[in-house]
């Protein structure tokens, strides 16, 4: 298929029937809106599942019982939205049931603005709802890598029984770019879904329940360490990440989603004044990249963190450096973005940047 | 062609401005080339201004936000007013002489007024405004062949609105002409 220019959340859409979901169950929010709007069209003209539930905590508990059922799941919100979602979440975690759950950040805390974000880091990684959980979680930079993630996430999700959650700003959701959505998914075993919870005729003689609560401490401490154990397993094989101008650089900085884009062209512009600043770009953000910080060179000057938030990947960055570097942070929030030229600045006066 | 031609267009709301903007996306897509855009949406929209930036590149699109435009192509005075300072040197500055009265005048900055609302109106639909602009566009920046934007145009208006095609095409025409009988260069 020849590259077609789409608006990101129809993108997300789009890439979300490829991967073969079953059914959407969401609630609107801005700056997400066109993922649910699209889907409401296709979905149900193809004989699938779209559903606009009476609120975020009834679509999310919706995504829990389709997930249960053995079908390919997803919901989208924003910032608020997902809050709301976190009790859902963490049940279907500790349920080990599959979905597809996509974030598109908004300016927060509390209902914030509606521009674009990425102060859901937290959020995210660390988890809103309680217990030893984890999200497989990928932040794309770019509308063609969303489709790509969103393609194989439901494999990913299937293959490991877990929630993955696919982090965009509220700039992906709205721009359009060109995109090609015909590049080749990596090809994963699935095996058959014997756990679902589909009716006896499809396993007969064995009762197959989804539930998260155990009432047995034994019981529920041997379920952690099952968790664990496939949390550590998805960090053994899942993390991904991209090295950008790494040949020996002076400075590095380390940047996600929108503003790794935005950090691509500030290296650029500091190249043409003859200073070379490579970048560690995390595409998953929970396994996180730790490794690729072995890499950094030890004459380098320093680390600057980039987010569109006031500080929370910079904790990844703490942990990986373990000391190693000086460590900086650039934050915008609210909703604001910056232009490339302030990261420059940024690089330029590293040294009033610096937090460890 | 300039490798990246990073473009701001600006006016009030139900001038056609998204329209312009995704235009040249489309065109760009069409073209194999990178086109992205993105519309100013929220709070921001408030008070008559209706935004959207726009990259056409030959290589993969970097940082999507951009300190200065290009190119800005201003359909009203506020517009005109909130964004010319932000436009790079060398760059090109289009905007709607039928509300602009003033000669707009920037330092190393190619400024053009061009009257798209009386030429639309002689065509006799001032909604093609835009599509006037987008002639002058063209003929200046040379981005676009006539068959891709033709394409394009055809693809929005649909099947539903195919009747208006013929104008739309009329109006890129005039807009061209326009620039021509001015005898200014820029490409």
């Known amino acids: 298929m020849a590259k077609v220019l789409m608006k990101g959340n129809e993108a997300i859409a789009l890439a979300a029937i490829k991967g073969g979901v079953d059914a959407f169950y969401g609630y609107p929010i801005t700056p997400q809106n066109e993922v649910p709007e699209y889907l409401s069209k296709h979905l149900l003209a193809n004989g699938k599942v779209f559903l606009q539930a009476e609120s975020e905590v009834a679509a999310i ?91 194989e996430s439901f494999d990913i999700a ?96 380390v940047a996600y989603g929108t503003m790794a884009r935005i950090c691509r062209s500030a290296i650029e512009l500091l190249e043409k004044e003859g200073i070379s600043v490579g970048m560690i770009r995390p595409i998953s953000l929970f396994p996180y990249p730790k490794e690729a910080f072995a890499k950094i060179p030890d004459k380098a000057k320093g680390i600057l963190t980039c987010e569109l938030s006031q500080g929370q990947m910079l904790d990844d960055v703490l942990i990986a450096n373990n000391g190693k570097h000086k460590v900086g942070f650039f934050g915008r929030s609210g909703g604001m973005l910056p232009d490339p030229e302030e990261i420059v600045e940024a690089i330029k006066n590293f040294n009033e940047r610096v937090v460890k | ?27 760009a897509t069409k073209d194999e080339l ?87 109106n002689d065509l006799g639909n001032v909604r093609v405004a835009n599509m006037v602009m987008m002639g002058a566009y063209l003929e200046l920046t040379k981005l676009f062949s006539d068959e891709t934007i033709e394409a394009i145009i055809k693809k929005f208006l649909g099947e539903r609105k195919a009747d208006l095609l013929d104008i739309n095409m009329k109006a890129i025409e005039k807009g061209k002409a326009f620039i021509k009988d001015l005898g200014v260069n820029y490409a």
């Open chain 1, 158 to 253: 299937d293959y490991y029984r877990n929630p993955v959650m696919v982090l965009v700003d509220g700039l992906i959701g709205q721009m359009m770019e060109s995109v090609d959505f015909d590049k080749p998914v990596k090809e994963r075993f699935l095996p058959e879904k014997d756990w679902a919870t589909n009716g006896t005729m499809n396993h007969p003689g064995k009762r197959n329940i989804a539930n998260s609560l155990q009432i047995d401490p034994k019981a529920l401490e041997q379920h952690n360490i099952h968790l664990q154990e496939k949390y550590n397993t998805v960090k053994k094989n899942e993390v991904r990440y991209e090295l950008i101008n790494f040949d020996d650089p002076e400075y590095v900085i």
């Open chain 2, 34 to 120: 990178f086109g992205l855009w993105f519309p100013s949406y929220g709070p921001e929209t408030r008070g008559g201004t209706a935004n959207c930036s726009v990259i056409v590149s030959d290589k993969q699109i970097n940082s999507p936000v951009f300190k200065n435009a290009d190119h800005l192509v201003a359909f009203n005075l506020p517009s005109l007013e909130k964004f010319r300072t932000k436009v790079e040197k060398d760059g090109l500055i289009l905007y709607n002489g039928s509300l602009i009265k003033d000669d707009v005048k920037e330092d190393n900055i190619l400024c053009i007024g061009v009257p798209v609302n009386d030429i639309a």
């Open chain 2, 1 to 27: 062609m300039k490798k990246t031609s990073n473009v701001k267009v600006a006016g009030f709301g139900g001038q056609g401005v998204m329209m312009f903007g995704q235009v040249l996306a489309y065109s």
């Open chain 1, 61 to 151: 508990n919706m995504v829990y019982g389709a997930a249960g059922a053995g079908k390919r799941v997803m919901t989208s919100s924003s910032s608020p939205g997902i809050a709301l979602k976190q009790e859902g979440i963490s049940y279907i975690a500790a349920a080990e049931l599959p979905c597809v759950i996509v974030s598109v950040m908004r300016g927060g805390p509390g209902l914030g603005g509606i521009q674009p974000s990425q102060a859901d880091y937290y959020q995210a990684t660390r988890g809103g709802g309680n217990g030893d959980y984890q999200l497989i979680v990928y932040a794309p930079e770019s509308i063609q890598e969303t489709i790509d993630i969103m393609k």
